[in-house]
Protein backbone atom coordinates (compact mmCIF):
# COMPACT_ATOMS: atom_id res chain seq x y z
CA UNK A 1 0.00 0.00 0.00
CA UNK A 2 1.56 3.34 -1.05
CA UNK A 3 -0.90 5.58 0.99
CA UNK A 4 -0.32 8.63 3.40
CA UNK A 5 1.51 7.49 6.51
CA UNK A 6 2.04 8.66 9.51
CA UNK A 7 4.22 8.30 12.51
CA UNK A 8 4.10 7.70 15.38
CA UNK A 9 0.49 6.93 15.60
CA UNK A 10 0.21 7.75 19.15
CA UNK A 11 2.15 10.12 21.72
CA UNK A 12 1.77 10.47 24.87
CA UNK A 13 4.01 13.36 26.69
CA UNK A 14 4.07 15.87 29.07
CA UNK A 15 3.47 19.58 29.45
CA UNK A 16 6.07 21.58 28.25
CA UNK A 17 8.00 19.17 26.41
CA UNK A 18 8.60 19.62 22.71
CA UNK A 19 6.91 16.47 19.65
CA UNK A 20 7.67 16.27 16.42
CA UNK A 21 5.42 14.11 13.98
CA UNK A 22 7.14 12.91 10.16
CA UNK A 23 4.59 12.23 7.47
CA UNK A 24 5.30 10.35 4.43
CA UNK A 25 2.54 11.45 1.56
CA UNK A 26 1.76 9.64 -1.75
CA UNK A 27 5.11 9.66 -4.04
CA UNK A 28 4.70 11.90 -6.35
CA UNK A 29 2.02 14.47 -4.48
CA UNK A 30 3.21 17.87 -4.67
CA UNK A 31 1.15 19.25 -2.00
CA UNK A 32 0.96 18.15 1.27
CA UNK A 33 -1.83 19.19 4.39
CA UNK A 34 -1.22 19.44 8.14
CA UNK A 35 -4.81 19.55 10.08
CA UNK A 36 -5.97 19.01 13.40
CA UNK A 37 -8.93 17.22 14.78
CA UNK A 38 -10.19 17.58 18.33
CA UNK A 39 -12.75 15.15 20.10
CA UNK A 40 -16.47 15.57 18.57
CA UNK A 41 -14.80 17.79 15.39
CA UNK A 42 -14.34 17.68 12.28
CA UNK A 43 -10.67 18.08 11.37
CA UNK A 44 -9.16 22.10 10.99
CA UNK A 45 -6.70 23.37 8.46
CA UNK A 46 -3.63 23.96 9.83
CA UNK A 47 -0.77 24.46 6.88
CA UNK A 48 -0.03 23.10 3.61
CA UNK A 49 3.43 23.14 1.25
CA UNK A 50 3.19 23.10 -2.58
CA UNK A 51 6.32 20.96 -2.72
CA UNK A 52 9.19 22.13 -0.29
CA UNK A 53 7.46 25.62 -0.06
CA UNK A 54 4.78 26.44 2.97
CA UNK A 55 2.62 28.84 1.06
CA UNK A 56 -0.80 28.95 3.57
CA UNK A 57 -0.55 28.89 7.42
CA UNK A 58 -4.03 28.75 9.60
CA UNK A 59 -4.29 31.32 12.46
CA UNK A 60 -4.78 28.09 14.57
CA UNK A 61 -0.85 27.35 14.22
CA UNK A 62 0.55 29.49 16.51
CA UNK A 63 4.39 30.50 17.07
CA UNK A 64 5.20 27.20 18.89
CA UNK A 65 3.95 24.86 16.27
CA UNK A 66 6.74 24.77 13.16
CA UNK A 67 6.00 22.69 10.02
CA UNK A 68 8.71 21.82 7.30
CA UNK A 69 8.88 19.89 4.25
CA UNK A 70 12.48 20.25 3.46
CA UNK A 71 12.62 17.94 0.18
CA UNK A 72 9.15 18.41 -0.96
CA UNK A 73 8.65 14.84 -0.24
CA UNK A 74 7.90 14.08 3.93
CA UNK A 75 7.03 16.98 6.15
CA UNK A 76 7.97 17.37 10.12
CA UNK A 77 4.79 19.53 12.29
CA UNK A 78 6.48 20.06 15.35
CA UNK A 79 5.17 21.68 18.43
CA UNK A 80 7.39 23.17 21.24
CA UNK A 81 6.25 23.27 25.10
CA UNK A 82 3.17 21.82 24.31
CA UNK A 83 -0.03 22.50 26.19
CA UNK A 84 -2.87 20.31 27.34
CA UNK A 85 -5.04 22.40 24.63
CA UNK A 86 -2.54 20.74 21.87
CA UNK A 87 -4.14 17.33 22.62
CA UNK A 88 -5.70 16.17 19.37
CA UNK A 89 -5.30 13.71 16.68
CA UNK A 90 -2.79 15.46 13.67
CA UNK A 91 -3.39 14.66 10.10
CA UNK A 92 -2.02 14.76 7.25
CA UNK A 93 -2.95 14.85 3.85
CA UNK A 94 -1.51 14.55 -0.04
CA UNK A 95 -2.77 15.90 -3.42
CA UNK A 96 -1.41 16.09 -6.99
CA UNK A 97 -2.75 19.27 -8.69
CA UNK A 98 -1.84 20.73 -12.25
CA UNK A 99 -4.39 23.85 -11.55
CA UNK A 100 -7.51 21.84 -11.83
CA UNK A 101 -9.73 19.90 -9.16
CA UNK A 102 -7.36 17.94 -6.41
CA UNK A 103 -8.71 15.02 -4.03
CA UNK A 104 -6.53 14.74 -0.93
CA UNK A 105 -5.74 11.67 0.26
CA UNK A 106 -5.21 11.52 4.07
CA UNK A 107 -2.91 9.76 6.41
CA UNK A 108 -4.31 7.63 9.75
CA UNK A 109 -3.62 10.58 11.80
CA UNK A 110 -0.86 10.63 15.24
CA UNK A 111 -2.90 11.28 18.34
CA UNK A 112 -1.48 13.20 20.76
CA UNK A 113 -2.04 13.24 24.28
CA UNK A 114 -0.63 16.05 26.61
CA UNK A 115 -0.91 15.13 30.43
CA UNK B 1 -18.09 33.04 7.58
CA UNK B 2 -17.33 29.70 5.47
CA UNK B 3 -18.84 26.80 7.72
CA UNK B 4 -20.50 23.35 6.91
CA UNK B 5 -23.13 22.30 8.84
CA UNK B 6 -23.98 18.41 9.61
CA UNK B 7 -26.88 16.97 11.40
CA UNK B 8 -25.86 15.60 14.92
CA UNK B 9 -25.52 11.85 15.23
CA UNK B 10 -25.34 9.32 16.43
CA UNK B 11 -27.47 7.93 13.89
CA UNK B 12 -28.22 3.91 14.09
CA UNK B 13 -29.94 2.42 11.58
CA UNK B 14 -30.67 -1.26 10.48
CA UNK B 15 -29.46 -3.31 7.95
CA UNK B 16 -31.34 -2.67 4.36
CA UNK B 17 -32.82 0.94 6.09
CA UNK B 18 -32.46 4.07 4.22
CA UNK B 19 -29.77 6.47 5.09
CA UNK B 20 -29.90 10.59 4.85
CA UNK B 21 -26.97 12.23 6.58
CA UNK B 22 -28.04 15.86 6.12
CA UNK B 23 -25.46 18.67 5.17
CA UNK B 24 -26.04 22.14 4.35
CA UNK B 25 -23.17 25.31 4.24
CA UNK B 26 -22.21 28.58 4.04
CA UNK B 27 -19.78 30.03 1.45
CA UNK B 28 -18.78 32.69 -0.83
CA UNK B 29 -18.92 32.28 -4.38
CA UNK B 30 -19.29 28.27 -5.61
CA UNK B 31 -17.12 25.66 -3.00
CA UNK B 32 -17.06 22.19 -4.27
CA UNK B 33 -18.25 19.92 -1.99
CA UNK B 34 -17.50 16.28 -0.81
CA UNK B 35 -18.55 13.65 1.34
CA UNK B 36 -15.62 11.76 3.28
CA UNK B 37 -15.76 8.30 5.43
CA UNK B 38 -13.43 7.54 8.78
CA UNK B 39 -13.89 3.72 8.67
CA UNK B 40 -12.91 2.60 13.02
CA UNK B 41 -9.29 2.82 13.19
CA UNK B 42 -8.27 4.43 9.33
CA UNK B 43 -7.84 7.68 8.09
CA UNK B 44 -10.22 9.72 6.30
CA UNK B 45 -11.23 8.18 2.96
CA UNK B 46 -12.90 10.54 -0.18
CA UNK B 47 -16.08 8.85 -0.80
CA UNK B 48 -18.12 11.29 -3.31
CA UNK B 49 -17.84 14.80 -4.60
CA UNK B 50 -19.48 17.38 -6.51
CA UNK B 51 -17.68 20.36 -8.16
CA UNK B 52 -20.67 22.51 -9.81
CA UNK B 53 -24.70 22.95 -9.07
CA UNK B 54 -27.09 20.02 -9.49
CA UNK B 55 -23.98 17.82 -10.04
CA UNK B 56 -24.22 14.66 -8.12
CA UNK B 57 -21.18 12.40 -6.35
CA UNK B 58 -21.80 8.85 -6.64
CA UNK B 59 -20.06 5.92 -4.82
CA UNK B 60 -20.47 2.39 -3.39
CA UNK B 61 -24.20 3.35 -3.66
CA UNK B 62 -23.87 6.55 -1.88
CA UNK B 63 -25.37 9.89 -3.71
CA UNK B 64 -25.25 13.30 -3.09
CA UNK B 65 -26.06 16.23 -5.62
CA UNK B 66 -24.91 19.84 -4.84
CA UNK B 67 -28.44 21.66 -4.80
CA UNK B 68 -27.31 25.52 -4.81
CA UNK B 69 -30.59 26.95 -4.12
CA UNK B 70 -30.71 25.08 -0.66
CA UNK B 71 -26.85 25.46 -0.19
CA UNK B 72 -27.30 21.79 0.45
CA UNK B 73 -25.13 18.23 0.09
CA UNK B 74 -27.39 15.66 1.40
CA UNK B 75 -25.92 11.96 1.82
CA UNK B 76 -28.18 9.36 1.08
CA UNK B 77 -28.04 5.59 0.83
CA UNK B 78 -30.69 3.37 -0.38
CA UNK B 79 -30.01 -0.21 1.65
CA UNK B 80 -26.94 0.58 4.03
CA UNK B 81 -25.04 -2.69 5.37
CA UNK B 82 -23.14 -3.55 8.46
CA UNK B 83 -19.71 -2.72 6.90
CA UNK B 84 -20.94 1.42 6.42
CA UNK B 85 -20.85 1.83 9.82
CA UNK B 86 -18.48 4.78 10.06
CA UNK B 87 -18.15 8.78 10.93
CA UNK B 88 -18.99 10.98 7.80
CA UNK B 89 -17.71 14.32 7.14
CA UNK B 90 -19.52 16.70 4.90
CA UNK B 91 -16.35 19.17 3.41
CA UNK B 92 -16.26 21.99 1.02
CA UNK B 93 -13.61 24.16 -0.54
CA UNK B 94 -13.65 27.65 -1.54
CA UNK B 95 -13.16 28.38 -5.09
CA UNK B 96 -9.41 29.40 -5.72
CA UNK B 97 -8.71 28.05 -1.84
CA UNK B 98 -6.67 25.19 -1.31
CA UNK B 99 -7.68 23.42 2.56
CA UNK B 100 -11.19 22.23 2.93
CA UNK B 101 -13.71 23.15 5.38
CA UNK B 102 -15.13 20.43 7.50
CA UNK B 103 -18.60 19.92 9.37
CA UNK B 104 -18.42 17.97 12.58
CA UNK B 105 -18.74 14.55 11.31
CA UNK B 106 -21.91 12.08 11.72
CA UNK B 107 -21.43 8.84 13.77
CA UNK B 108 -23.10 5.53 11.86
CA UNK B 109 -24.01 2.70 13.36
CA UNK B 110 -25.97 -0.14 11.27
CA UNK B 111 -27.09 -3.17 12.95
CA UNK B 112 -28.02 -6.48 11.74
Known amino acids: DTGVSQNPRHKITKRGQNVTFRCDPISEHNRLYWYRQTLGQGPEFLTYFQNEAQLEKSRLLSDRFSAERPKGSFSTLEIQRTEQGDSAMYLCASSWTSGGAETQYFGPGTRLLVL | ?112
Open chain 2, 1 to 112: GNSVTQMEGPVTLSEEAFLTINCTYTATGYPSLFWYVQYPGEGLQLLLKATKADDKGSNKGFEATYRKETTSFHLEKGSVQVSDSAVYFCALRLTGANNLFFGTGTRLTVIP
